[in-house]
């Protein structure tokens, strides 16, 4: 009986917060109440790993039914029966202290789930993780003289992409086993990480990183700018790693870097063992998919190997998945391999030696490949995902393609769409035609990820290689009829269409925030909650850009406005195409550096009477900015006050341009020019142009002096390079976004506006002051000397 | 001679009539058996208009001295003048204020006298631009005044500017331009187009401030003026009235100039809008279709400067000066001469075609609430008597009725337009709910003072204009207008006059009968 076996039993669990390893603890708790566990966890930047337990392993809703069956006793249950170590697998020494280390060694069995088990690792990472894991822990034991039996969980991919019979027994009994040293492998990893980040850093590419974070964020300044770069440069050495990780796979023949860092790592084990004199035995699941009956029907957790390729099928957005219609799909429910590994405790190590038992379908209950298509496809059918317009989404008839012909579709729609999308974020355009880039940004990640697809799992769907079960069958029929009914791992007994149908396929659909129900959705929309949300009385500071957010102005138009007033007509002329000429000039100073273009271009204003602008500029308030202005701008200015928020408007326009806006705005952060003796503009700043990350800071200073905080702010703007400044606030806000910021936004889920100058009103007008007529008829004469003799313009 | 005003009955042989479509003409053909009212064919005008203005100055009406004798060196003098709101369309140069004004000003000059300022009795309208003062007063009055100050327009949210006279005998607020009221002298003027102005709401309402002007701008008022364009059965008059004495019993004395226009409103190239459409001459026809067919490729914008660009010829036809209720008397007996038609008996359903232009936007672009004030307000209050349609009855109006606002003219429009109407259409509501927010909002204030926009409370009181006909029909109709923006102001849209007679006999049955206002030129329905 596997009850008494482990009766009074010390289990050690790696990897509790993974799937395979829930799963393992909770039956564990639940079937085998004699045994006391002592669990592995890595602590997190944060959160110890007492507390990683609490939340991400038995607040998960696997210990639903445990928690149902103990009522109330169940956290005292926890308590008295499970001890939490921190520690790390991917350490030397696991990285336990002396008490951990004690722990660990008074287990009678210790169970090894912890696993990097993304198909797409970075090549050091899988290894440190998978092929060194297990000596590891196997060291450890070893150091400390421990008797425990160690239970090692690899997988049946260690068979590699070959076809025929995979058997139940070590990798160098097999017959295709392949002689390299994973001694050696380990240092070339750590080499390669070495010479990849050194590569990065190579000046050439560094800056291609820094032309890449400019075209994505435009003039959003130096900081933000540096800090995409890093980014860059980050992504590129890890996708580099996974690059370098998939190659070295295939090229020894495994379908990718889990497949070959976990037969490595079998080797590695059985090398710690044999020296350390460690029983060890080693388990071999296939593809572990959802429960079939334990805890209940459908329990999974994550998301990561089927699922999303069957919810992008089912959402219509794979139309095709390369596989071999009699290929078998090797699923195995991760109750069985919880059961197995169980038995596996219970046994105890083989006096005989090491032994491997296989937990998987194929060779005795297998599932083509057709067959599953068919299921999918079918349920679909009758259960269809619905569109955003609330239409049930057709899913594709499968053909069967081989594997290259739907890599190279996928890449061709890839390169077209981002070839689209340069385009358009090239264009100067805004607000809705700007979203289009964002439409096309999405579309062209949604290719990218089914591409993604296709290259990481395309192997499994084509596996022709079967894998033997005779050992754990025999497991099986050596158990009595008790443990069987508890403790099922047979694999004869899946129905699978039953499984596929009503075990699997509900369970991640719920599990994927999918649309499963028809009509449009109820319920305030998406655009409704953002608006609320910025609404709420509970924020307190509203920041506002003002070109293009508040007014389709800019400083350009405000200065040829001021500049022309007082000119004769022949002079205007002149002026307006001096101003057209420099257009393309100035354009793109602003676009590389708003500070930069704003201090050059303000210099035009040296020796202009103050006290003339200052007065004109009341006039251009109506006959620009207001005739410019976003009615349902100003009125969200006025709402946000209404609601007892604090405004403020944060610009660097000049600050007599934006005088006649003060009424609205708690405070008013711009630039104001110096003026000399005689009151005319020196035509330099006073301070520097609050752009970029001075927005930023300007904003961070004055919630401080305040008293307020910028995680409860709303700020408003409308181009990448007020990026600093939405970043830095809790409730961003992109207004009529430019491209990229539409990009941005909709990646990152901001709310997005779309306020237009008031319906019907002129659109097209050089910005140049009204033609006056005084002085025309002379000096005017002040009445009384006004006089009948001077009559007759009429 | 000029004929006078008359009623047609439609018949077999009676051509589609012409109505006006926003900034576009549509020609209908009525059912027959309608009727058509048609305005009077305008006055003859005054053939020396300097020597009548001069005439009426020295010999002023009622309990008044001559202009001459009023005035005396050292004396404060105001002269206060109507705003952009009239006439309508704007006059060609020279206009009547300028006339008037200069004929004044000659004769402050002659006697001496130092202290004139002119003020523009806005109330609560948006200020003029530089251009519309000097097309209104003349560039050389423009140019002697408004470098040294000495040319203002009324800001009624200037505290300092504006001074409290106390309250009438029911208790309403008087408050006037501190200017005005401690001056000498107020010369007050007029430019008459309809019988509603003039008379003493032009200085207790051209003066006022917000808190004098809510106690007759409300919908009470307005619910009972039946009509406004009728003196003695307006509500809104009684008030002015009201508060024009208690004006006069503080001891502030008003020189009154009210003038009248015939209504010869429309040039040369739209002479067709001002004749009757059977007697239309083959230049007519030919102009009509020249018209309106490059009107109807026009794009709106450039079909609004175009109507905007337009230069009334209409002239002074009258002109009287004295003391307020005698010259104002004198004034609606000029007006109602030249435009009074008489209709026998009410119809179940009125229609009429509204014009690109009313009070408040001259110059500027006509918002959903403005067409629906020129409709319910204006052209609904041109009768005397009766209304021209029955209680119950159905007004079908033709706008285009653009979901248009002028962002400079008209903000406090958008935010009424978007927040208010949306809510509600109910005077009574909106007027306990929401008018007060407006009126007192600093952001309203500061553009009404500083820019050029109406004051926050202005889309308001073109709701009231609205309140007596909202309360009398049965339904509105609006054809060929915007659609979401003729719903949100709770009327019906249909896209042509057949379908909306249709509609209309959901409302007033089977046959009803109809009646077609055809205005402009502007007539007064005499019901009865």
């Known amino acids: ?794 | 001679m000029s004929r006078p005003g008359f009623v047609l009955d439609v018949d077999r042989s009676t051509p589609p009539m012409l109505f006006w479509h926003g900034e576009k003409f549509r020609l209908e053909r009525l059912p027959e058996g309608s009727r058509v009212v048609y305005p009077p064919e305008p006055v003859e005008a005054l053939a020396d208009p300097d020597a009548a203005i001069r005439h009426a100055l020295l010999n002023p009406v009622g309990d008044s001295a001559p202009l001459p004798a009023l005035l005396k060196a050292g004396m404060r003098l105001t002269i206060c003048f109507d705003d952009v709101s009239l006439p309508l369309p704007p006059m060609r140069r020279p206009d009547v204020r300028q006339r008037v004004i200069e004929a004044v000003l000659d004769l402050a000059a002659d006697a001496g006298v130092d202290d004139v300022v002119l003020i523009a009795a806005l109330a609560l309208h948006r200020r003029m631009t530089e251009a519309e003062l000097r097309h209104a007063l003349g560039d050389r009055v423009y140019d002697a005044f408004a470098p040294f100050g000495q040319l203002t327009q009324l800001d009624a949210e200037d505290p300092d500017a504006m001074l409290h006279l106390g309250t009438t005998d029911q208790g309403e607020d008087v408050e006037i331009s501190k200017r005005a009221a401690t001056s000498d002298l107020i010369v007050y003027v007029n430019i008459n187009l309809v019988a509603m102005d003039g008379g003493h709401k032009s200085v207790a309402t051209g003066l006022a401030s917000y808190r004098s002007l809510k106690h007759h701008h409300n919908v009470a008022t307005m619910l009972q003026s039946r009509s406004f364009m009728d003196q003695h059965r307006s509500e809104l008059h009684s008030s002015n009235w009201r508060m024009g004495r208690h004006i006069a019993a503080s001891g502030i004395k008003v020189f009154q100039i009210e003038t009248t226009l015939n209504t010869d409103t429309f040039p040369e190239h739209f002479a067709f809008l001002q004749r009757r459409e059977w007697e239309w001459g083959p230049k007519d026809r030919a102009t009509f279709l020249a018209v309106s067919r490059s009107l109807d490729r026009t794009p709106a914008r450039l079909a609004r400067s175009i109507f905007h660009g337009i230069r009334s010829p209409h002239q002074m036809a009258s002109v009287q000066a004295g003391e307020v209720e005698a010259v104002h008397a004198l004034t609606t007996e000029n007006l109602y001469r030249q435009q009074l038609v008489e209709v026998s008996g009410q119809t179940d359903v009125l229609t009429m075609g509204l014009p690109y232009i009313s009070p408040y936007n001259v110059n500027s672009i006509m918002n959903p609430i403005l067409v629906a004030c020129l409709g319910l307000g204006y052209f609904f209050n041109l009768y005397r008597g009766k209304p021209l349609v029955r209680e119950g009855g159905v007004l079908i109006l033709r706008h285009p009725t653009p979901w248009a606002f002028h962002p400079v003219h008209h903000p406090s429009y958008i935010d009424f337009f978007e927040e208010v109407l949306a809510e509600t259409t109910d005077p009574v509501k909106i007027e306990a709910d929401f008018e007060e927010r407006f009126a007192t909002d600093p952001w309203y204030i500061h553009l009404y003072r500083t820019s050029y926009a109406y004051h926050g409370v202005h889309p308001f009181y073109m709701w009231y204009w609205c309140a007596h006909a909202l309360s009398h029909l049965g339904g509105v109709i609006v054809v060929g207008g915007d659609v979401k923006a003729v719903r949100r102001m709770g009327f019906k849209p249909a896209s042509t006059l057949q379908d909306a007679l249709e509609m209309a006999s959901d409302v007033v049955g089977r046959d009803p009968s109809i009646t077609y206002l055809h205005a402009p030129p502007l007539l007064l329905a005499d019901v009865r």
Not at chain 1, 123 to 140: C, F, I, K, Q, T
Not at chain 1, 323 to 345: F, M, S, T
Not at chain 1, 447 to 472: I, K, M, P, S
Not at chain 1, 537 to 566: C, G, K, M, Q
């Open chain 1, 1 to 794: 009986m596997i009850g008494d076996a482990l009766d009074g039993a010390r289990i050690a669990v790696t990897g509790a917060t993974g799937f395979l390893g829930t799963a393992l603890v909770e039956r564990l708790l639940r079937s085998v109440p004699g045994c006391q566990l002592v669990l592995l966890i890595r602590p997190g930047r944060r959160t110890p790993a007492l507390e990683r337990a609490r939340r991400e392993v038995f607040r998960n809703d696997c210990f639903d039914r445990l928690r149902a069956q103990l009522g109330d006793g169940f956290d005292a249950e926890i308590e008295r029966r499970v001890t939490v170590i921190g520690g790390d697998v991917a350490t030397d020494g696991l990285g336990l202290d002396d008490e951990g280390r004690g722990r660990l060694a008074s287990c009678d069995v210790v169970m090894h789930v912890a696993a990097a088990v993304s198909f797409d690792s970075p090549l050091d990472a899988a290894v440190e993780v998978n092929l060194l894991g297990p000596p590891r822990v196997a060291a450890v034991l070893a150091d400390a003289g421990s008797k425990a039996h160690l239970v090692a969980v690899s997988t049946a991919y260690v068979a590699g992409t070959r076809r025929g019979r995979s058997p139940e027994a070590l990798l160098a009994d097999t017959p295709f086993a392949i002689e390299v040293s994973w001694r050696g492998e380990v240092d070339a990893a750590r080499r390669a990480r070495g010479d990849v980040d050194a590569a990065s850093r190579a000046p050439e590419r560094l800056a291609g990183f820094a032309k890449r974070a400019r075209s994505e964020l435009g003039a959003a300044g130096p900081p933000l700018l540096a800090e995409r770069l890093e980014k860059l440069r980050l992504e590129w050495v890890t996708d580099t790693m996974v690059d370098a990780g998939r190659a070295r796979a295939k090229g020894l023949g495994w379908p990718d870097v889990y497949a070959y860092t976990k037969a490595l790592g079998e080797r590695a084990l059985l090398d710690a063992c044999t020296e350390g004199g460690v029983a060890f035995t080693i388990v071999r699941p296939s593809i572990i998919e959802s429960a079939l009956a334990e805890p209940r029907a459908g329990w999974i957790r994550g998301f990561r190997m089927a699922e999303p390729v069957i919810i992008s099928y089912g959402r219509g957005l794979l139309k095709q998945f390369p596989g071999i219609p009699e290929g078998v799909v090797d699923v195995i429910p991760v109750d069985l391999v919880v059961a197995a590994l169980i038995a596996v405790a219970a046994r105890g190590p083989n006096p005989a030696g090491p032994d491997v038992f296989q937990v998987a379908s194929g060779a005795r209950n297998p599932l083509r490949y057709r067959r599953l298509v068919n299921l999918v496809q079918g349920w679909f059918r009758e259960h269809p995902l619905y569109d955003s317009e609330g239409q049930p989404i057709v899913v594709p008839e499968w053909s069967f393609p081989g594997r290259g012909r739907v890599q190279r579709q996928l890449l061709r729609t890839t390169r077209a769409l981002s070839a689209a999308e340069r385009v358009i974020t090239s264009l100067p355009i805004r607000g809705r035609q700007a979203e289009l880039s964002s439409r096309f940004e999405e579309r062209r990640s949604e290719a990218e990820r089914a591409l993604g697809y296709v290259q990481l799992y395309g192997a499994y769907a084509e596996t022709e290689a079967v894998f033997d079960v005779d050992r754990l069958l025999a497991l099986w029929s050596s158990l009595p009829p008790e443990d069987q009914a508890v403790f099922g791992f047979d694999p004869g007994v899946i129905d699978w269409p039953h499984y596929v149908r009503n075990v699997h396929l509900p369970s991640i659909v719920a599990n994927s925030r999918v649309r499963t129900t028809a009509g449009r959705k109820t319920g305030a929309s998406r655009q409704e909650r953002g608006r609320r949300a910025v609404l709420s009385p509970a924020r307190h500071l509203a920041a506002f850009d003002l070109e293009n957010t508040l007014i389709a102005s800019n400083v350009v138009e405000s200065y040829a406005w001021l500049a022309t007033r007082h000119l004769p007509m022949d002079e205007r002329v002149q002026f307006t195409l001096r101003t057209l000429r420099e257009g393309p000039a100035l354009l793109a100073l602003d676009r590389r550096d708003r500070g930069d273009f704003l201090r050059h271009f303000y210099r035009r204003y040296e020796g202009a009477p103050a006290e003339q602008l200052f007065s004109d500029s009341w006039e251009m308030f109506s006959s620009l900015i207001l005739a410019r202005s976003f009615p349902s701008g100003i009125r969200r200015i006025r709402r946000h006050r209404a609601l007892g928020h604090r405004t403020v408007l944060i610009t660097g326009a000049l600050d007599f341009v934006i005088a006649p806006l003060r009424p609205l705005f708690d405070d008013i952060v711009c630039a104001s020019l110096g003026q000399d003796a005689e009151g005319r503009l020196t035509g330099e700043l006073l301070a520097g142009p609050p752009t970029g990350e001075a927005r930023t800071l300007a904003m961070a200073s004055y919630a401080e002096a305040e008293g307020l905080r910028l995680e409860e702010s709303v700020a408003y703007a409308d181009s990448a390079s007020d990026l600093p400044m939405l970043e830095a606030v809790g409730f961003p806000v992109a207004v009529n976004p430019e491209a990229k910021l539409a990009t941005i936004a909709r990646k990152r889920g901001w709310h997005v506006e779309h306020w237009a100058r008031a319906p019907g009103f002129a659109k097209h007008r050089l910005p140049i002051g009204p033609l006056l007529r005084s002085g025309a008829h002379g000096v005017p004469k002040r009445y009384p000397m006004y006089s009948r003799a001077e009559g007759g313009d009429r």
